[in-house]
């Protein structure tokens, strides 16, 4: 199996760490100097750049929030002047200001680098026709797939998401070998492959990068043999670089880091204390060559564990276990946030229906459906049936109103959610 950087991939230990710890000086260095944010934290804490003398170190910065970045919405955060940013990115941020990241030119190659070794470690090489299935756009995932493959000197097929028919065409007629998208978009693939009577014997394809959303170990297992492929999963934050931070190899024993640009901590979310390895928590990542956007400390909301035994395919980087829940309470289906809160506070604007209730995510045929069970007041109860719909629909219209997605609504007898907690008022089906 090869190994797209051998130097860095394979690095020792105290290797590696001392070269984590330059960076992560010249980091602290950039982000106090260039960033007022960080300034002022630092002088909140009472620390200098100078106060990080080990990699331990690293426990006395500051955190960094998505909210300290829509804050500083939509430059402020940057680090360098902007003509020294020749990219930028942003996410979608429907209801609230978007994160805005700027790439220097050392970030986009560091960038396609690490992409280049992700796609490598999974089993891509230059004989690849890769397909890339995600977005070209503001959203990262496209371009940054995109360059990673090209740098490893694979055939790009830049089709970008929708138009799902001709999508399969083109794996057929330029016999693309990899697939490159979200494994629900793969799933859906898979059952339109299904209603056009296309045997996957018909396609070439042998690997496929997912990411963008939680794989389950049963979508994968469905994706592989219904495709005849090897399904990796792959890791990123698109405010930090994504994809490009962690992916699979072949093995698929959890996804190498790449140490040497990401320095990653696993805490507890509710002490902030740093957990011991093999300890499942919160991922808290640092960049650690960032020029645009350096980011110390980012809490990720991601849940994992990490180990540093090296794999059996001759990498010596950490790996981090697929990311499958999140530590805040919060959903993404279909692309969009869905908090709890926003759902409890709709609710009690609503006659006749208590704020209780519980929200099922689902996945058919590679579709997110979300179902919110809502408890009825009791006076509700032996009602006509003619109300109970028209308050489904009322129920309908206030969460796409809020939330910008219209769920399934299920009223159920008072009472009936008395025992649904804070913990679960999220039931994610898509994760098994
Ligand atoms: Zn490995």
Redesign the pocket.
């Known amino acids: 199996m090869p190994i797209w950087n051998k130097e860095y991939e394979r690095m020792g230990r105290p290797e590696t760490q001392q070269l984590q710890l330059e960076r992560l000086q010249m980091t602290v260095n950039r982000a106090y100097r260039n960033v007022p944010f960080y300034h002022r934290k630092f002088e909140q804490l009472n620390i200098v750049p100078e106060d990080v003398q080990s990699l331990e170190d690293v426990r006395k910065l500051p955190f960094t929030t998505k909210d300290d970045l829509r804050d500083g919405y939509p430059y402020e955060m940057f680090a360098v002047p902007m003509r020294e940013v020749v990219r930028i990115h942003s996410s979608s941020g429907a209801t609230s200001k978007p994160i805005v990241v700027g790439y220097t030119r050392n970030d986009l190659e560091h960038w396609a680098e690490l992409v280049a070794r992700v796609m490598s470690?999974a089993g891509v090489t230059r004989d690849d026709v890769v397909q890339i299935a995600f977005d070209y756009g503001l959203f990262t995932g496209g371009f940054g797939m995109h360059y990673g493959a090209e740098k490893l000197g694979a055939s790009v097929i830049p089709v970008s998401s929708g138009n799902t028919e001709r999508q399969i065409q083109i794996m057929q007629d330029f016999r693309s070998t990899a697939l490159v998208g979200t494994p629900s978009y793969a799933i859906y693939m898979i059952s339109l492959m299904d209603k056009l009577g296309i045997p996957p014997a018909a396609l070439c394809l042998r690997v496929g990068l997912f990411g963008g959303e939680p794989m389950s170990e049963k979508t994968r297992a469905e994706i592989e043999s219904r495709l005849g492929i090897i399904a990796t999963d792959n890791y990123g934050i698109s405010a930090l670089m994504w994809p490009g931070i962690a992916g699979e190899?072949e093995?698929k024993?959890g996804l190498?880091i790449n140490e040497d640009h990401f320095l990653v901590e696993v805490i507890d979310p509710d002490t902030l204390e740093v957990l011991p390895e093999g300890s499942e928590g919160e991922l808290v990542i640092t960049t650690l060559t960032k020029e645009g956007l350096p980011m110390l400390r980012y809490r990720t909301h991601d849940v994992s564990r990490i180990t540093t035994e090296p794999?059996?395919?001759g990498?010596t980087t950490a790996r981090m276990s697929p990311v499958r829940k999140r530590t805040d309470d919060m959903v993404i289906v279909r692309g969009v946030n869905v908090y709890p809160a926003e759902i409890k506070a709709l609710l009690y604007d609503i006659e006749h229906v208590e704020p209780q209730y519980q929200i099922v995510v689902v996945r058919e045929n590679g579709l997110d459906n979300l179902t919110l069970l809502v408890e009825l007041s009791a006076e509700m109860i032996s009602d006509q049936m003619q109300r109970l719909v028209e308050l489904e629909e009322t129920i309908k219209q206030r969460v796409h109103a809020v939330v910008g997605l219209t769920p399934r609504v299920r009223l159920v007898e008072p009472k009936t959610l008395e025992h649904v907690g804070p913990g679960n008022r999220i039931l994610d089906k898509r994760v098994e």
Do not use: D, P
């Open positions: 470690a190899c093995l024993e190498h794999c059996k395919c990498r």
